[in-house]
């Protein structure tokens, strides 16, 4: 099969398409023929050698796709021919993987294989960001860094569902087009004062949470939130943040939480029950997928470039 890979970390061009052997069925596996991959921040983090990364070199990066399972292990709860997913299981940058049965998502018939690899990964994250690391409330204001993102554009729609009202953070006109349409009340573009922008919606007190996925806006991201507001830093996109003096969250009764997928996908009753309440919520319309680009896996590095851009508008797709 072929696989895009990297042997050094670097820039987009250190990645190659090339064949690689099988992966090798293992007890309580099943292998996927992918046919949609999502690509995210992750993949571009373990590209340049700044984020976790399985296996050796020609590493393969990816934890998101979908596809139809070819080969099962015995006792499986899928068969040869069932349509899948997942979002958390290593080396899906490939024509096909092995993923163990706990990490598969079963498909429903109307739930596409892009749909679910423009949702999972990105969408699971959006919702514990609201249901578990801040619970938005009715009447809150939030402030949601790159909010034309893949997560940032979910976030925005589903803390508009539980009554929040919503700041959205984003680089230029078009993409902040983009977060209004998606529900934010308000955008507000990275070289205006954004900080000032959040007390003033914030009724002068500032925002009730805020989501930073950017990690160098860290200190405004702070500064943005009320006094006995909350901060989530769950990602870094833009490097790594300046150090916090804890002074600052005494001072101002602030709470600094991080976090992450992995923490939250603690089984496969988790992975599942989160998901189907995700393709229920595309079903009926209260999530709107944006998906960027659809990329041939052959051409990756181009695709790494397109999301590293921060022109895109959603999420970018590798199709195999």
């Known amino acids: ?46 590209r340049q050698g700044r984020y976790t990364l399985r296996g050796e070199a020609p590493f393969i990066a990816g934890y998101e796709g979908a596809g139809t399972v070819l080969e099962v292990a015995p006792n499986a709860p899928f068969r040869v021919g069932d349509r899948v997913a997942f979002c958390d ?10 993923v163990h049965f706990d990490h598969l998502i079963a498909l429903p018939d109307d739930i596409s294989c892009e749909t679910a690899s423009a949702l999972l990964l ?28 893949g997560v ?20 230029s006109a078009a ?4 977060v209004e349409q998606a529900g934010a009340e308000a955008v507000v573009l990275y070289d205006q004062d954004c900080v000032k922008e959040a007390r003033a919606q914030g009724g002068g007190a500032g925002m009730d949470g805020v989501y930073d996925s950017v990690g160098t806006t860290l200190t405004q ?19 790594d943040p300046a150090l916090v003096n804890p002074r600052v969250l005494m001072d101002r009764s602030l709470t600094l939480i991080g976090g992450d997928l992995w923490n939250v996908l603690s089984s496969a009753f988790e992975r599942r029950s989160r998901a189907q309440s995700l393709f229920e919520r595309v079903r009926s319309g ?35």
């Open 221 to 239: 991201s702070l500064e943005a939130a009320r006094t006995g507001g909350t901060v989530v830093f769950y990602g870094f996109a833009g490097g």
């Open 152 to 171: 940032g554009l979910l976030l925005v729609q589903l803390a508009r569902a539980q009554g929040g009202r919503v700041l959205g953070l984003t680089s």
């Open 89 to 98: 299981s290593p080396f899906a940058h490939a024509q096909r993987v092995a």
């Open 122 to 149: 990105q969408g699971l994250t959006a919702d514990y960001l609201i249901r578990d690391s801040h619970r938005v409330m009715a009447g809150e204001w939030v402030l949601v860094h790159a909010a034309a993102g």
């Open 1 to 46: 099969m072929h696989a895009l890979t990297f042997s050094r970390f670097g820039p987009p061009q250190v990645l190659e398409y090339r064949e690689v052997p099988d992966p090798v069925l293992q007890p309580g596996q099943a292998i996927v023929q992918l046919e949609a991959i999502g690509l995210n921040f992750a993949d571009v983090y373990r």
């Open 175 to 178: 993409k902040a087009r983009a």
């Open 286 to 320: 209260q999530l709107v997928l944006h998906i960027a680009a659809r990329i041939p896996l052959a051409e990756g590095a181009r695709a790494h470039e397109l999301l590293e851009s921060r022109q895109s508008v959603g999420k970018v797709l590798l199709i195999p």
